[in-house]
């Protein structure tokens, strides 16, 4: 009896996790139109740094800049809770297939463009090996700093595949600490 309820457990669990290729890329994924500035409006994660701040944290700025190998230069600004933006140069390494990437400086074994219309949304899946320690992120990026409707659809549909709650969620909050730190960027302007 025993034996069947661990069976039946560890199954669960296998099911639940997500494996390598479950969710694919963005077909035909282009990143020269992917590039530009977007801000990350929505995040879920098993990660326990990220839910022991998720409350505190503001919307993230990010510039992505395509190069011709087919990696991606990212720039990313954290809004600091002293009121200043804490940048981060980084590089996503192109993957085996269009719209995947790894970043090996930040921990980041597979990236993923999930879904974008590269106009309006996109969500963004990573996965982290910190010490051993695996964690799932779901990202939902956006042109402007706001919600998108089908964006958060499509993440909160995705989010129970990749093994996530809405309790590991958040919505983060507008901020101006890095607007200066991205002269292209004045929150509310389009992006075009």
Excluded at 25 to 30: E, S, T
Excluded at 87 to 94: S, Y
Excluded at 153 to 159: G, S
């Amino acid at each position: 009896m025993l034996q069947a309820v661990l069976t039946t457990t560890l199954l669960g669990l296998l099911w639940a996790t997500p494996g390598q290729g479950q969710v694919p890329a963005q077909a035909n994924f282009d990143a020269s139109q992917f590039q530009g500035i977007w801000f990350v409006v929505g995040i879920a994660s098993d990660d326990q740094g990220f839910l022991e701040s998720k409350d505190n944290m503001k919307m993230p700025v990010v510039s992505v800049t395509s190069k011709p190998n087919g990696d991606l230069a990212v720039k990313f600004g954290y809004p600091m809770p002293d009121g200043g933006c804490q940048k981060v140069d980084t590089t996503f390494t192109k993957g085996p297939t269009n719209g995947e990437f790894s970043n090996a400086a930040m921990a980041q074994t597979d990236i993923r463009v999930v879904e974008t219309d590269y106009n309006h949304f996109a969500v963004m899946l990573f996965q982290t090996d910190k010490g051993g320690v695996h964690s799932t992120w779901l990202q939902l990026y956006a042109r402007a700093p706001e919600l998108y409707p089908q964006g958060a659809q499509k993440m909160q549909k995705l989010a129970p595949e990749v093994g996530l709650n809405p309790s590991q969620g958040a919505l983060l909050p507008k901020s101006d600490e890095c607007t200066q730190a991205f002269p292209q960027v004045s929150v509310g302007a389009p992006h075009h």
